[in-house]
């Protein structure tokens, strides 16, 4: 029962595959209450040692390779309130592809609410790779600040990330600026966008949003973006929204038009951390220990490092593959010419159709290198189908080193991680060191062992000698070689017992139930969020009801010649030459035509369709049969007409 639970089986489930391997209930020798029972007992047997037990596995880790991290802190009353670790392949991951660091918080992972953050970046696959987690028991400035700092100390080298991606927390952006004075401090521009529909009028957002985001995600520089965006906010009513003025302010931080020339591995966004989230969701829940949250957390994190060990084997990833491909649908023409750069348009070609978008190619004599306009080389680190398109009209057979970066190859975890901090080299496989003395002495062993195996006194010797080897080896004391740091915040102290964290409540777990009288004063002072007046919510909102209405008579054509009208429900069909005429089939096996109402036909067998325009001319169908009495009138034919 204990692998189910590990596997995060439910507990229904698990009674199912017991049942299938006893050969029934009736010889299960249990029924479900009494497994319930079981995982009752043993969680209230981990209460009050759960935090202790979580700092002695982290012990443990450590003991089986020094290249495991991990530190924790406790308050005045030695209670458990935070805690940050990383193996050796995080560390590693960290040293290739620590440039850019997506950091984001999940609730509702363990028993006690504390919250989860993990630190997240992308590989050479465009992979999602965790650098490092933490647990904190608040969302406060001097958490995120201690969070960091070990997050820092841990990695090798030191080394700050250049670019960290976050959400609009201030308590994160406070402790970003303290501990990472020289990062690029990026806000997830998803996040921002997904409010847009909360903060803005229903009204306005259905006709002005997806300018917006043309504006923000389309401008090449930050005055193009200035002058769109200042232009939208003239122009329409969105001038007086405070928080897209507060948006405004902070732009620098999250439109792409201000930060796309600093490498940021193609990431805008938190996303990755989210589907992460997601990820990790399916193996663990709120009811789970701290243990068993981290335990479980190594089991997904294997899961998503064996599909790199697959992508391997990809020689090709789909982004530049897509760009060359691309680059074909381009031309390249030369604007102008100085000493310093030469200028190119590079624009997309359609037959018959002139594209409204054209990307300035600078090829640059003096250092020879190529850059463009749209800036996904410095963003992403590919060449885009503009340079590629460049660099075919100049018959550039290879690409150049220069445009390929080494994180985006297969070669990119091939260098070795040195860290200073235990003055050895970071090994990807946390059994490594054991394994290869296992390995040699293994093999040494074995020659010894034919050798001795030849004649009796040879094995008699080699016994003897082997007796003498054990207890020799058995003497030798061992404990240097593990390396062990006794401090306080990466060790077990032998005198020092942590308590369980308290339950804390997170300022992202959920919203406080209201009673009914709440919910009655919120209601009665509440506004329209389409129109932004009270008196009315948006199921009858006057504003948005005029609006459908003029929707919908648009749907019908004012045109009398046209014969054609559609119904807002697709089951029916209208058709008149004047619009004043609207037929429909109660049954949609029937189908009516007529120029005046007192004349319908219709055709209980879908094989024939009956029209007429005067009552003297009713004209039956028959197989394949066509008749054309005036020339304003249908023709009869064997398929009816829909």
């Known amino acids: 029962m204990q692998q189910f639970s590990d596997a995060n089986i439910p507990t229904c489930q698990q009674v199912r595959l017991l049942e299938i391997d006893a050969g029934g209930p009736s010889s299960l020798g249990c029924v479900e209450k009494d497994i319930r029972n079981y995982q009752r007992d043993v969680r209230q047997e981990m209460m009050g040692h ?42 590693r991951s960290y040293a290739y592809f620590g440039d850019v660091v997506v950091f984001d918080t999940t609730y509702n992972t363990n028993r006690y609410s504390m919250v989860f953050g993990p630190f997240v970046g992308v590989n050479h696959h465009g992979q999602t790779v965790i650098f490092g987690c933490g647990l904190l028991s608040d969302e406060t400035t001097e958490s995120f600040v201690w969070l960091f700092t070990k997050f820092i100390e841990a990695m090798p080298n ?14 994160i952006a406070r402790a970003i600026s303290m501990v990472f004075p020289s990062t690029l401090h990026r806000f997830c521009m998803w996040h921002i966008l997904n409010k847009f529909s909360e903060k803005m009028n229903v009204v306005l957002y259905n006709d002005q949003y997806h300018r917006l985001v043309h504006i923000i995600k389309q401008s090449e520089s930050p005055a193009e973006f200035e002058q769109q965006w200042i232009e939208i906010m003239e122009t329409t009513e969105l001038g007086s929204n405070e928080w897209l003025s507060s948006l405004f302010e902070i732009r620098n931080r999250w439109v792409p038009a201000y930060v796309k020339h600093v490498f940021a591995a193609g990431m805008s966004s938190s996303q990755r951390s989210e589907s992460g989230h997601s990820f990790l969701k399916k193996y663990v829940d709120k009811k789970n220990s701290l243990t068993d949250f981290v335990t479980r957390f190594n089991r997904a994190l294997v899961h998503q490092r064996h599909e790199e060990l697959a992508a391997n084997h990809i020689d090709l990833t789909q982004t530049p593959k897509n760009e060359l491909v691309q680059s074909n649908s381009y031309i390249c023409s030369k604007r102008s010419s100085s000493d310093e750069a030469k200028v190119y348009a590079v624009q997309r070609f359609e037959p018959g159709r002139t594209s409204d978008r054209t990307r300035q190619v600078n090829y640059f004599s003096s250092t020879d290198y190529i850059s463009c306009s749209c800036r996904m080389f410095d963003f992403e680190g590919y060449p885009c189908r503009h340079m590629l398109c460049y660099m075919k009209k100049k018959q550039v057979m290879l690409l150049p080193k220069k445009y390929i970066l080494r994180r985006w190859t297969k070669n990119a975890k ?11 080299y970071v090994h990807t496989d946390p059994g490594h060191s054991l394994m290869s003395r296992h390995s040699m002495l293994s093999y040494a062993a074995s020659d010894l062992v034919d050798e001795g195996s030849l004649t009796d006194a040879r094995s008699t010797f080699l016994l003897s000698e082997f007796q003498s080897l054990r207890i ?22 032998e005198t020092q017992v942590v308590c369980d964290p308290n339950p804390v409540r997170a300022k992202g777990c959920g919203k406080r139930l209201k009673s009914g009288k709440e919910k009655a004063l919120s209601q009665s002072n509440r506004q329209c969020r389409a129109c932004g007046t009270s008196g009315h919510d948006r199921r009858t909102c006057p504003t948005l009801q005029n609006r459908l209405d003029n929707t919908n008579q648009s749907q019908y054509s004012q045109d009398p010649s046209d014969q054609q009208y559609h119904a807002p429900d697709p089951q029916y069909a209208y058709h008149a030459r004047d619009p004043q005429y609207e037929y429909h089939a109660p049954d949609p096996q029937y189908e009516y035509h007529a120029l005046d109402p007192q004349y319908a036909y219709h055709s209980p067998d879908q094989q024939y369709a009956y029209h007429a325009l005067d009552p003297q001319y009713s004209i039956t169908g028959s197989n394949n049969a066509s008749y054309s009495l005036d020339p304003r009138e249908y023709d009869a034919r064997f398929n009816p007409r829909h």
């Open 50 to 91: 759960d935090a202790q037990t979580l700092i002695e596995y982290f012990t443990f880790e450590k003991e089986k390779n020094p290249n495991f991290v991990f530190y924790y802190e406790i308050d005045d009353e030695n209670k458990f309130v935070r805690c940050f670790w990383a193996d050796c392949d995080s560390r």
């Open 414 to 424: 091939q260098a070795r991680v040195f860290d200073p901090t235990t003055g050895s």
């Open 472 to 493: 020799r080896v058995k003497d030798i004391d061992t404990g240097g070689d593990v390396g062990m740091s006794r401090n306080r915040n990466s060790s077990l102290e």
């Open 158 to 171: 030191h080394a700050v990330p250049g670019v960290i991606i976050t959400d609009q927390d201030a308590a």
